[in-house]
């Protein structure tokens, strides 16, 4: 049918023609849309405290000391249960968060900006890997790391990115593709660019040399730093595709630890979810499956991009990480082409020949061929307060995509479109 091709290409044309760049920081409450003090974003489709998972559960506890809304883990429980706190996807509000992605009133965030289309994009500062707020831990030693990267970290980065301007994103993570990232769970080149970049700026920041050097340590440190600008660089390119009439094209995959959750641009803000999947890979010391949540996080927008899990051939390194082998990366990639519509015109992977990565999920294309679209991830401990113990390879549930083309094909027929 020529109207749904020619809505795939007017999808396609808004993806590939997307400038993500980043423009600033500010706090979530005076600049994520809609947020107030008593609201908790958080990860993938509406979820309900009822049917939150241990790790979701336990960033929310987290979340609520951390707002000093709850003094303990006791407290925050019976807050988070009464009602007075609204829960919502980061996705309703323009933002992204990495596996809980918790985003509470307080909370520093980057802001993004697509200069093609003006919509703009939020995320958290990473914290890091292992016993962090994200994974579900709450610790004491956890909500300290939150406050210095709110009263020290933040300050000196806002500070160096109004003194540096705006940074293109979305050439950075070109460049960091052809150096052995994927920018989902490897982000070491993309990270390092990044430090690069905004090096000279943060020595010009009037902030003391101690907490420049302590900056410099944190990201250095953090190979993990750049995951949360290119989550938000990804949704700010999807998100203008999002209501395209007639399209087939997922422009939202994501999770909350209890279901997983596509969005198609012909459908709109619509949800189709399943539940989410346990996920394949390589466990800490001490870990196996048994202590592993059901998949969680909105960082399978990368995925949704065509980066993170559809161009591990590019990041060989990353099966050290998430089990497998160099060829294992290549045929993931290989198998991603078959249910999308394009090859990126920018991020270009050189163990493919330099063709672009895998573009555009077509919802027709995964339910005939019956090929899922592949992630890369961490593995959260089922348990609130534990954080992470492990990364690994999953899919979403089939029945999204079946849900979404059955929903699309009777919203053809309303329109009389199948005669």
Known sequence: MDFIEE????????????????????VAKDVVPGMHKHMMLHAGPPITWEKMSGPLRGAVIGGL??????????????????????????????AVGPMAGVVTASMPVFILENKTYGNKSYCTQNEGLGTVLRFGAFSDQVITHLKWMEKTLYPIMKEAIEIHGPIDLKNMIAQAVQMGDEVHNRNKAATSLFIREIASSILKTNSSKEDQVKVFDFMNSNDHFFLNLSMPAAKASLDPAGGVKHSTVVYTMCRNGTEFGIRVAGLGDRWFTGPAAIIDGLYFPGYSMADANPDIGDSCITETLGIGGFSMATAPAIVQFVGGTPQDAVNYTTRMYEITLEESNSYKLPPMNFRGSPTGIDIRRV?????????????????????????????????????????????????????
């Open 7 to 26: 809505a795939n290409k007017k999808v396609l044309e808004i993806i590939q023609s997307a400038q993500p760049t980043l423009i600033g920081m500010g």
């Open 65 to 94: 000391i951390y707002e000093g809304l709850a003094s303990t883990p006791e407290e925050a429980e019976k807050l988070a249960a009464s009602g007075d706190i609204e829960f919502d996807p980061c996705h309703h509000h323009s």
């Open 367 to 419: 339910v005939e061929t019956q090929i899922l679209p592949v992630i890369n991830t961490g593995i959260a401990h089922k348990d609130a307060g534990v954080g992470q113990v492990g990364a690994g390879v999953v899919y979403p549930p089939m029945n999204c995509f079946e849900d979404a083309l059955e929903a699309y094909v009777e919203l053809l027929d309303d329109e009389g479109l199948l005669d």
